[in-house]
């Protein structure tokens, strides 16, 4: 009986568990669930951010995409509580536009569809609403319902607009007429970023970065990063955005900086918004507050066309040397009729770094004593200068030179109206504009803005790179002095463009000829400092300047930088420069310590050179009183009465600001005449 029992409870727990095994589950030890895959499944593929169907934009949207930093406001809800009526409104250009949902979402939705409805405009100028109205809009009326814009759903809406920013993709939309949009929809600068906009109505740099920016702008935007130039430790990479089949590049040390240039090139040529650094000026920069319609800044896209134009026409003049392609300071001008930039003209290219040495001074101006890149750019400028002269001493080419005879003023030529020249400089000029500004923060405030330091003028080292201050200068230089050893000091680039701003940069030989010539913009390919920049330029002589004989005045050139700028280039500056001038045929190389050519010739673009051009305009020029040079070259300078006043009224400007003298070379190299 007892073993029947046992036997029966046995059978009976046996068959528990296998009663319990047969669906695959054990209650002591349970087992993961197993998805068992169909014979002929396809395996499940990994999500792709490429095979991602986007999904359709509604509305809000699409309209966030053009006037982004919006904001919908719930003006009223009516209507029972389980069937509320919300209007909510949205104001975009100073109009407020309607929208009536059963839900918040759906109202929303329906007043960015009467905004978006408000771009469109057709064939005969008409549109929904007009661009300034005087009040609301009554949307309950009957007026441009011809054109079929309110039978257009909200998703056809968002599909005309998109196509309508793409030109090339065509619609098939036949109610509409072919319509377009109102110009006023693409980034105008005062409406297009908010941000961009101060508060006392000066422009600023845009908070946001430009690549983010440029993503709300635009919506059909493609990086690409086209090459990547130099070696690994000093790689230079070119990224090129693509907006509606339109390119803009931009360069630089990483991609990330490339893009960002990209982007800000984009946006200065599509949207006249810019992130040049004269943008938010600091509030001890002494920037010019006098004439508000006037600014100190060339407009973006004018820049980096310039900067653009100065590069290739250096890259394609040293075809054929590249072994003379190195370099660390390059420079150039450009020149512009009606500042149509589209037809700009490269006058002259040049590379250097260093002056001569006091050994190799010339009594018969046959060295270049400053091979600096924009000194040189400036005397190939002169070239061109003598070379436009000369065509006005034969009526058949007259017309073609860029003066005219000046018929109501003491100079017997001037410069053709419209016509402005454009320096180029791919770093800061050595000096007051390029000490202090590696290591100061844009926006921060100058804690010292009346130190000593500011503005005094500095000197260059002979050989040799880097500025002094000329209170550390041993004063006066001599002739023997520098033979026997003292160090030949030329005065910095900084100071001699400020020299510029005030005698012009024509030279004084060619100012008994013409009115002066002043630049009209400078543009920097690195370290743009507006506080530093513009007092180095003008700003610390323009409150002592006085007495300057007309046309002679104070220029106050515009600044800018270009948006993929340069970087800092640690290689050792070579004893060689070039430059080149239009008209040119090769590009001519100068040993920088020597003042001549590589092969040990005299340069063209020494005094020497300009002194013989000048002798023959004067015998040749129509309408001089004076046919003769009779005096050696300093003496010649120096009857050139208006010039000479100009330039002792700069010098005693900056005695006057306690600045320091300025210091000039030693006399016996200018005593030098014409050859017979």
Partial sequence: ??????????????????????NGYNRKSPQKRRYDMPKYAVPPKKKSGKERVPQPKNTVAMLNELRHGLIYKLESQTGPVHAPLFTISVEVD??????????????????????????????????????????NLDFTSDEHLENGIENVSNAEL????????????NTNLTSLEQPTLRPQIFCMSHNANKNAIAVDGQKKVPDKGPVMLLYELFNDVNFECMNIDGAQNNCRFKMTVTINDKKFDGTGPSKKLAKNAAAKAALASLCNISYSPMMAPQKNAPLPIDDKASSMELPQIHADTIGRLVLEKFMEVIKGQEAYSRRKVLAGIVMTENMNFCEAKVISVSTGTKCVSGEHMSVNGAVLND??????SRRCLLKYLYAQLDLQCNQATAYQSIFVRNTDGQY?????????????INTAPCGDAR??????????VDKHPNRKARGQLRTKIESGEGTIPVKSSDGIQTWDGVLQGQRLLTMSCSDKIARWNIVGIQGSLLSSIIEPVYLHSIVLGSLLHPEHMYRAVCGRIEKSIQGLPPPYHLNKPRLALVTSAEPRNQAKAPNFGINWTIGDTELEVVNSLTGRTIGGQVSRITKQAFFEKFGFLMKNLPGMTSRKVNKDYGE?????????????????????????SWLKKPIEQDQFGLAD
Wanted: aromatic share 8%; no cysteine; proline share 4%.
């Fill in 1 to 22: 009986m007892l073993n029947s029992a046992n036997n029966n409870f046995v059978q009976h727990t046996v068959s528990v568990s296998t009663e319990g095994n047969m």
């Fill in 435 to 444: 000490i202090f500004s590696p290591h100061e923060n844009d926006t921060g």
């Fill in 371 to 376: 091979s600096h890149a924009e000194i040189v």
């Fill in 412 to 424: 017997p030529y001037k410069l053709k109206s419209g016509v402005h020249f454009h320096l180029y």
């Fill in 158 to 169: 968002v599909e005309l607009i998109q196509t309508l920013m793409l030109p090339a993709k």
């Fill in 636 to 660: 010649t300078k120096a009857d050139v009465k208006d010039y000479q006043t100009a330039k002792q009224e700069l010098f005693s400007a900056f005695k006057r600001e306690d600045l320091g």
């Fill in 94 to 135: 100073g109009q407020k536009y309607m929208g009536q949902g059963r839900s918040k979402k759906v109202a929303r939705i329906e007043a960015a569809a009467t905004a978006l409805r408000s771009f469109i405009q057709f064939k005969d100028g008409a549109v929904l609403s007009p661009l300034k109205p005087a009040g």
